[in-house]
């Protein structure tokens, strides 16, 4: 059973969005529809208090606009979130701003998310201030604590972006998202760019920080090694659709979902014995043109007549898990 | 014992103040697939331009690259030309930084075949086509003329090993050459390597951060940190019995499926600036294990047992598992 589902924080429902795209002026003139990306095609999760909920998925599968729709840097056309017995959607003025201290994204290259300008104490102040959180006079403290809580010294406060290494830069990153004591955490790729050593302190913070403060975090990443290390559940996503999702001890042992199954053969590992066998064949599909019935099936090596006309929904197949595949079940 | 293919030895290289490397020194032989792995910032991607002499003219390159009885670093930037490309391929992390945007995939490869092989018109088109077929490009014919934009991730990456395979070279060096790919593609492109490893029977240099990717395709491994060869040897026996306590703590910051959800074991600190590497070991600040006879002098490189060096004090005790974990 899922330990969090009694508490659910975040649920998305049917989220959908796909983005136009335009093929010059005669396209537009001519009035015919204009062909579009479909990120989004009716995503539909929920995330408890303290839970770990990971997002896999190739890139073009959507997970970066998921994260993006979430906090509400990208609209969607269909769907809706409710966070904490709100609907996000509906949100504006001081109820809206309340929600954004509530859900924190953080990036995957704080080298670009933080202001080369600004110190380190600044940028964490500016984040207090903005939504109010200490008094002027308590700010300095409370920065200082911050930097304790992410394991950086205080001396850091003086410092700029560029003087610190990368994985510092992502400790200052979270030290920002945190300093408005959020309740949850959408973390996009937030240790891809991290050499392993590193990865691994990031990993091992944000674990402490979930058990200290009750963080729910959205972990989204391509890197199924540490998405087994920090997940409780996981969602598989391929070109805007979830094709299965369940707890992460589940599905890593035994994937229901074909494209899980080859993305889990892909993962280099040390110490499993070579295959020469190539876990998956073929690439995504141009999600401007997606294949009829399951979008999955051209690359399918268990694609049968039915796979092409018929989309398998998602549907329950064992407790907690769910998967979109005619054969599973 | 053949003589190796290649021999980099003592390699060093400055570049105004820094010395991004220190002594960088391996073997490749023939038919070999030799990884390189370190962090960013240790000088492995660095190597594989300094062997070719890529590197731009404010740096300054030291020791030796010994290749078909020759010293590269010793050879006109126009000798140097002729076994670049032609001898010696190589593919880059961002093909789409090293493919030519305005040109067609089939303009790129039939130059590269004119150049090194003097091969011309249709005979040159029928070659390029028979290239992008060997890396697994589908209808390869009609994508001679496609653009790299018109290309995926993976499409662009096959076609940048066929150009680097046009002049038939007999080595075959790689620079992350999966590490901007998705997991599935990442594991086409390596399988491709593999498999022209084998057909054409050419050595590979693979230089990845991706401890996993060296796991799963090279038969010997080089491990660097900050510009030097910490230790070197059979892939299976390194990843199995580390004799260098940088190897040991890499190996152990990696998530283990047995112990989900538990503290991962970092190693601690940072790589070391390189405008102020430490006296003695360059790992020595963060190692669990330093001595202090660790932070006198650097420690060379010794035998640690079959085909294996490292530059490690400790090294005889790790390999004999005798040191208690941290």
């Given at each position: 059973?899922?330990?969090?589902?009694?508490?659910?924080?975040?649920?998305?429902?049917?989220l959908?969005?796909?983005?136009?795209?335009?093929?010059?002026l005669?396209?537009?003139?001519?009035?015919?529809?204009?062909?579009?990306i479909?990120?989004?095609?009716?995503?539909?999760?929920?995330?408890?208090a303290?839970?770990?909920?990971?997002?896999?998925?190739?890139?073009?599968?959507?997970?970066?606009?998921?994260?993006?729709?979430?906090?509400?840097?990208?609209?969607?056309?269909?769907?809706?979130?409710?966070?904490?017995?709100?609907?996000?959607?509906?949100?504006?003025?001081?109820?809206?701003?309340?929600?954004?201290?509530r859900a924190?994204?953080v990036?995957?290259?704080?080298?670009s998310?933080?202001?080369p300008?600004?110190?380190?104490?600044?940028?964490l102040?500016?984040?207090?201030?903005?939504?109010?959180?200490?008094?002027?006079?308590?700010?300095?403290?409370?920065?200082?604590?911050l930097?304790?809580?992410?394991?950086?010294?205080?001396?850091?406060?003086?410092?700029?972006?560029?003087?610190?290494?990368?994985?510092?830069?992502?400790r200052?990153?979270?030290?920002?998202?945190?300093?408005?004591?959020?309740e949850?955490?959408?973390?996009?790729?937030?240790?891809?760019?991290?050499?392993v050593?590193v990865?691994?302190?990031?990993?091992?913070?944000?674990?402490?920080l979930?058990?200290?403060l009750?963080?729910a975090?959205?972990?989204?990443?391509?890197?199924?090694?540490?998405?087994?290390h920090?997940a409780?559940?996981?969602i598989?996503?391929?070109?805007?659709?979830?094709?299965?999702?369940?707890?992460?001890?589940?599905?890593f042992?035994?994937?229901?979902h074909p494209?899980?199954?080859?993305?889990?053969?892909?993962?280099?590992?040390?110490?499993?014995?070579r295959?020469?066998?190539?876990?998956?064949?073929?690439?995504?599909?141009?999600?401007?043109?997606?294949?009829?019935?399951c979008?999955?099936?051209?690359?399918?090596?268990?694609?049968?007549?039915?796979?092409?006309?018929?989309?398998?929904?998602?549907?329950?197949?064992?407790?907690?898990?769910?998967?979109?595949?005619?054969?599973?079940? | 014992?053949?003589a190796?293919l290649?021999?980099?030895?003592?390699?060093?290289?400055?570049?105004?103040?820094l010395?991004?490397i220190?002594?960088?020194?391996?073997?490749v032989?023939?038919?070999?697939?030799?990884?390189?792995?370190?962090?960013?910032?240790?000088?492995?991607s660095?190597?594989?331009?300094?062997?070719?002499?890529?590197?731009?003219?404010?740096?300054?390159?030291?020791?030796?690259?010994?290749?078909?009885?020759?010293?590269?670093?010793?050879?006109?930037?126009?000798?140097?030309?002729?076994?670049?490309?032609?001898?010696?391929?190589?593919?880059?992390?961002?093909?789409?930084?090293?493919?030519?945007?305005?040109?067609?995939?089939?303009?790129?490869?039939?130059?590269?075949?004119?150049?090194?092989?003097?091969?011309?018109?249709a005979?040159?088109?029928?070659?390029?086509?028979?290239?992008?077929?060997?890396?697994?490009?589908?209808a390869?014919?009609?994508?001679?003329?496609?653009?790299?934009?018109?290309?995926?991730g993976?499409?662009?990456?096959?076609?940048?090993?066929?150009?680097?395979?046009a002049?038939?070279?007999k080595?075959?060096?790689?620079?992350?050459?999966?590490?901007?790919?998705?997991?599935?593609?990442?594991?086409?492109?390596?399988?491709?390597l593999?498999?022209?490893?084998?057909?054409?029977?050419?050595?590979?240099v693979?230089?990845?951060?991706?401890?996993?990717?060296i796991?799963?395709?090279?038969?010997?491994?080089?491990i660097?940190?900050?510009?030097?060869?910490?230790?070197s040897?059979?892939?299976?026996e390194?990843?199995?019995?580390?004799?260098?306590?940088?190897?040991?703590?890499?190996?152990?910051?990696?998530p283990?499926?047995?112990?989900?959800?538990?503290?991962?074991?970092p190693?601690?600190?940072?790589?070391?600036?390189?405008?102020?590497?430490?006296?003695?070991?360059?790992?020595?600040?963060?190692?669990?294990?330093?001595?202090?006879?660790c932070?006198?002098?650097?420690?060379?490189?010794?035998p640690?047992?079959?085909?294996?060096?490292?530059?490690?004090?400790?090294?005889?005790?790790?390999?004999?598992?005798a040191?208690a974990?941290?």
């Amino acid at each position: 059973m899922n330990a969090f589902a009694a508490t659910k924080l975040l649920a998305a429902e049917n989220l959908t969005r796909a983005f136009p795209i335009r093929h010059g002026l005669a396209a537009l003139l001519s009035g015919g529809h204009s062909p579009a990306i479909r990120a989004l095609n009716g995503v539909s999760f929920s995330i408890g208090a303290g839970e770990t909920l990971a997002v896999v998925g190739e890139s073009g599968c959507g997970k970066s606009t998921l994260a993006r729709a979430l906090v509400r840097l990208i609209a969607l056309d269909a769907g809706r979130i409710i966070f904490d017995g709100e609907e996000v959607g509906a949100l504006a003025g001081a109820a809206l701003r309340r929600y954004h201290r509530r859900a924190q994204l953080v990036f995957q290259d704080p080298y670009s998310s933080l202001n080369p300008r600004m110190t380190v104490g600044e940028t964490l102040a500016e984040a207090l201030t903005v939504h109010r959180m200490v008094s002027p006079a308590g700010r300095a403290a409370r920065v200082a604590e911050l930097l304790g809580e992410v394991g950086l010294p205080a001396v850091a406060a003086a410092r700029l972006p560029h003087a610190l290494s990368g994985g510092q830069r992502q400790r200052v990153a979270l030290a920002r998202a945190l300093s408005v004591r959020p309740e949850i955490l959408i973390a996009d790729e937030i240790v891809s760019a991290l050499d392993v050593s590193v990865q691994a302190q990031i990993v091992n913070l944000l674990i402490d920080l979930q058990e200290r403060l009750g963080l729910a975090i959205l972990f989204i990443s391509h890197d199924l090694r540490i998405v087994r290390h920090i997940a409780h559940r996981v969602i598989v996503m391929y070109l805007g659709r979830i094709v299965e999702s369940g707890p992460a001890d589940a599905i890593f042992a035994e994937p229901m979902h074909p494209y899980t199954a080859a993305l889990l053969r892909a993962v280099p590992q040390i110490g499993a014995g070579r295959s020469k066998a190539i876990a998956l064949g073929g690439e995504l599909q141009s999600p401007l043109d997606l294949p009829s019935g399951c979008a999955f099936h051209p690359r399918c090596p268990h694609a049968m007549p039915r796979c092409r006309t018929e989309r398998p929904e998602l549907r329950p197949i064992a407790s907690g898990r769910l998967a979109a595949c005619h054969l599973s079940g | 014992m053949t003589a190796p293919l290649l021999s980099v030895q003592d390699l060093m290289v400055r570049i105004g103040p820094l010395r991004p490397i220190s002594c960088i020194g391996f073997d490749v032989a023939a038919g070999e697939m030799l990884g390189i792995a370190g962090e960013s910032g240790s000088g492995k991607s660095l190597t594989l331009r300094a062997i070719l002499g890529l590197l731009p003219s404010s740096a300054s390159v030291e020791g030796r690259v010994l290749w078909a009885g020759q010293d590269l670093l010793q050879l006109s930037p126009r000798a140097l030309a002729g076994v670049r490309g032609r001898e010696i391929g190589m593919v880059f992390q961002e093909p789409m930084m090293a493919l030519n945007p305005v040109l067609p995939i089939g303009l790129q490869i039939t130059e590269s075949l004119r150049a090194h092989l003097g091969l011309r018109g249709a005979a040159a088109r029928t070659r390029a086509a028979e290239l992008l077929d060997r890396v697994g490009i589908p209808a390869a014919r009609e994508r001679l003329g496609s653009f790299p934009h018109e290309f995926s991730g993976g499409m662009r990456q096959r076609a940048m090993i066929a150009i680097a395979l046009a002049a038939e070279p007999k080595l075959l060096l790689a620079d992350e050459p999966t590490t901007a790919l998705d997991v599935t593609i990442q594991d086409q492109i390596l399988k491709l390597l593999l498999r022209l490893r084998d057909e054409l029977a050419m050595s590979v240099v693979l230089v990845t951060h991706d401890l996993g990717v060296i796991a799963e395709t090279c038969d010997r491994v080089v491990i660097v940190y900050a510009g030097r060869v910490q230790e070197s040897g059979p892939v299976a026996e390194i990843f199995a019995r580390p004799a260098h306590a940088y190897t040991e703590g890499l190996l152990r910051s990696l998530p283990d499926p047995r112990r989900a959800r538990q503290r991962l074991v970092p190693i601690a600190g940072s790589p070391p600036d390189p405008t102020e590497l430490p006296a003695g070991c360059p790992f020595a600040p963060r190692c669990p294990a330093a001595i202090p006879a660790c932070l006198a002098t650097v420690p060379p490189l010794a035998p640690a047992g079959p085909r294996r060096v490292s530059a490690c004090l400790r090294a005889g005790e790790l390999t004999a598992r005798a040191l208690a974990p941290a």
